[in-house]
């Protein structure tokens, strides 16, 4: 569980690619340490660019970032020390086995739990001796987080790693982090665009849309605070956030929860997908808008 | 397991195409040359005499003509081991960061290490060490070849097959195998780098031997044509004006002192002149690298090119440590 204070952060953070294409357009952002944070947008919203600019890979264009307070462009090795990064498709080496990543990882980091990561895997009955090309993809996966998990850093930063792997590879990908960071007392931040995915397992939820921060509380808060208006009802209304199209069709609009004088009808609670689709609705305009 | 036996297994694994590759190229290179070798020194004993061109002793023809033909094949062979250090640095070193680049390993290796740096150097360190000791066995074999074929010289003070024998082999390897990185890390994609590297150590290479023959220059002496070199170095033809002053030919045409007529090592500026000593223009010279600084020329290239591999090395890191990688 998060305590509060924070341990990933941004600072008028804005990313610009080539001349004009802007992935991140100004973002504050302050993500408090413990728990499970679930950075979800739809793609090419800058999840990847965001988190790439922690681990230390995307130099902002403007504004700047600090991991447990250590900027990643002043001092890499001390934020990589803090850091567990999982790609977003894991890549691991085709010429080695599974015992060969973790080999490697102890080369690479000294202090490498390589026991620990060992015992991930073992739990999941994934061989050591079996080859990286002849896992499935979510073994791959697997293999990627015991590799970020056996690093014991403070701060776990996976980039969508649920995004090619299917629901069952997805649910047991979840179960090892949550149950990782919660025993470990980590901090994780998870990026996807699969909203029902993350639900059950992250803390808080942060919304990124087009460049920019749309959404940023507690999981448990944002479905607390905002209901669902069904066809149109309290569209106008002033706590209305964005608007979108249901199963059937129909027009919904997200609103935050109206206060007890306001009388508002066809109401009912929003499920966390809804809270993140209207806010993905409401922040519809262009990153090259955003940072003009 | 030990750390360093750990390290050099999984090294191994992830270039395990590249330096079987090598290995059995330097494999089959030098039991050609050994071969070669072996034969020649076979007919250099039959008849001492027979394989020294300066003193063919009578009915040595057969001999001689078998010598000399397998001799020409051996040659051959020593400018493969004059390409190979080109080709197997270049092997070696362009996938290094390119592969992890384009196969996206790049970053996870990068935060897994404790730095960048480290991660390159670990790796260099494996290829520089197989890269040393394939070439250390090629330039020992040519070396072997060397004597084979020229049984009458003294190796150690002679520049006949320089650059095909000896550590500048070796260093010559390291050096382009520190283009590669560079170019691997620069480009990302091991196809594209692997290309431009080729260009590349074409251009820097041809600026070495450009530079070092500048170099030589201020250790060469002028002598005349048809004279034995003894092992020296030939780096070009000058004119040794009646003054006594030498100058390149280039500088002859800019002095307006053209010239029409040789006869053995005298310029006349016209036919009729020849046989007038007064009409000499210049003398005919060769600008030669005397063969007893052998030794010393190598130790002075090894120090440029493997200077040179040191600072690509550095220049690799450099980038590695900014690069993003995909």
Redesign the interface.
Known sequence: MSTGLPILETHDLAKRYGRHTWALTGIDLAIPQGGITALVGPNAAGKSTLI?TW?G??PPTRGGVTVGGIDPWKD??GV??L???V?Q????????SVN?HL????????N?DRAYARRRLDELGIPGDRGARSLSGGQQAQV?LA?ALG?RARILLLDEPLASLDPLARREFLHVLTDAVRSDGATALLSSHIVTDVEQACDRLVVLGVGRILLHDSVAEALASHLLATDGAAATDSEAIGSFAGPAGERLTLLRRPTAAQAVTNLRPASLEEVVLGYLASGRTSPAEAAA | MS?FG??LI?SF??H?WEVLASAAAVALLSAAMLWFAWQLRTLAGTDPGCVDPTAYAPGCTQLAQRFYELSSKAEWLSYLSWMAPFVMGLVLGVPLVSREVE???A??????????A??LA?RIAFLALVLIGLLLVLALVSEVLASAVFPNLHLDRDFSWYGRRGGLVVVRGLSALGIGVLLGAVLGRVLPALLVAIAASILLFTAVSLGMDRWMESDAIIQPFGVDRAGGRLLGQRVQLPSGEVIDYGELQRRGLSYEAIQDDRLYAKPEDIGQADKIIGYDRELLVPGPLYPQIVLRESGLVGGTAVLLALAAAAVV?RR??R
């Open positions: 790439k681990v890979f995307e890499r090795s990589l020390a850091v567990g990064y790609p498709s894991p890549a691991l080496y085709d010429s080695l060969d080999d490697l990882a102890v080369m690479l980091r000294p490498f990627a590799l690093t | 750390r750990s390290w999984l694994r992830l395990r196969h996206r390993t970053g996870m290796a990068w935060t897994l290490s404790r730095s960048r480290w991660w670990m440590t993003r990688p």
